[in-house]
T-cell receptor, first 116, second 110 residues
Framework: ETGVTQSPTHLIKTRGQQVTLRCSSQ?????VSWYQQALGQGPQFIFQ???????GRGNFPPRFSGLQFPNYSSELNVNALELDDSALYLC???????????????FGPGTRLTVL | GQSLEQPSEVTAVEGAIVQINCTYQ??????LSWYQQHDGGAPTFLSYNALDGLEETGRFSSFLSRSDSYGYLLLQELQMKDSASYFC???????????FGSGTRLSIRP
């Protein structure tokens, strides 16, 4: 059983650019959630995907978008990067039913994004 | 609005017991989770409470009171490796959203 992996580990972009972050879910998990974690803060929920459909969204603007693929890997896309987007981006996979509560999540190591 | 409150820092002695409290205010409620995160690492799941009462897993226990919108994480026989940030997380009524607290940094002294 493989764990959750994310790529890249670190990324540096400039303001206005676009970025794609990738996540490979733990084997057998059909739900993936993405989080933004600023230094010294708790993870902030961006959105969740269940079987390739967005299943819930936090208070993030539309320039944050995602995809989940048939193999349950996923992407987080951020357009028109702003300085405040600099953070650790975490994905977490879990198994569950659409609309149902997600109890145990398995987090990846994260991607550290720096926007200059 | 929806919010969680937990202490920002707690210090304890190796071998002792420490309790980290979490109060929440959400629109509806499914359950309360706890996660541990070491510096530079990813959060790791510790426990989940959907019903009132105490859940025990080894040295860690978690408690929930739905009527009080309150929960806590209890760590016993503290070890130096327990030094980390601990986050409570609530699943509100929508169930498709998870709200994390800002975390409690636990420091263990020899």
């Amino acid at each position: 059983e493989t764990g959750v992996t994310q790529s890249p580990t670190h990324l540096i972009k400039t303001r206005g650019q676009q970025v794609t972050l990738r996540c490979s879910s733990q084997s057998g998990h059909n739900t993936v959630s993405w989080y933004q974690q600023a230094l010294g803060q708790g993870p902030q929920f961006i959105f969740q995907y269940y079987r390739e459909e967005e299943n819930g969204r936090g208070n993030f603007p539309p320039r944050f978008s995602g995809l989940q693929f048939p193999n349950y890997s996923s992407e987080l896309n951020v357009n028109a990067l702003e300085l405040d987007d600099s953070a650790l981006y975490l994905c977490a996979s879990s198994s569950g039913l659409a609309g149902g509560p997600v109890d145990e999540q398995f987090f990846g190591p994260g991607t550290r994004l720096t926007v200059l | 609005g929806q919010s969680l409150e937990q202490p920002s820092e707690v210090t304890a002695v190796e071998g002792a017991i420490v309790q980290i409290n979490c109060t929440y205010q959400t629109s509806g409620f499914y359950g309360l989770s706890w996660y541990q995160q070491h510096d530079g690492g990813a959060p790791t799941f510790l426990s989940y409470n959907a019903l009132d009462g105490l859940e025990e897993t080894g040295r860690f226990s978690s408690f929930l009171s739905r009527s009080d919108s309150y929960g806590y994480l209890l760590l016993q026989e503290l070890q130096m490796k327990d030094s980390a940030s601990y986050f409570c997380a609530v699943i509100p009524g929508s169930a498709s959203k998870i709200i994390f607290g800002s975390g409690t940094r636990l420091s263990i002294r020899p």
